[in-house]
């Protein structure tokens, strides 16, 4: 267990700490990485964002176009004219 302890010391004292400029210069790359980084991933949300929008968007009408009525669309009836009043009260 002696044996143990010494050779904890012994690795110990081989550590070299870095001095506070090299932290400072450490810190420094760390930040401006990040932030780099950060702007990277804002730019590619933003590319995803505005293809995604782009493809979802509903694509303009024709201005020409004549509407198609579905089988299923009832229309309601609309008052008679006054043609088909005279009709049906002449009969």
Known sequence: M????????FEWDKITWP???EMKTGITQVFV???L???FFAGVDALIS???????REPAPI????PVEDEETTVAPTEASDEEVETTTAE
């Open 19 to 21: 001095t506070g400029k």
């Open 63 to 66: 201005v020409n176009e004549v």
């Open 2 to 9: 002696k044996e143990f302890f010494k050779n904890i010391k």
């Open 33 to 35: 990485f990040m932030v």
């Open 50 to 56: 505005t293809g995604l929008a782009v493809a979802n």
């Open 37 to 39: 980084l950060s702007l």
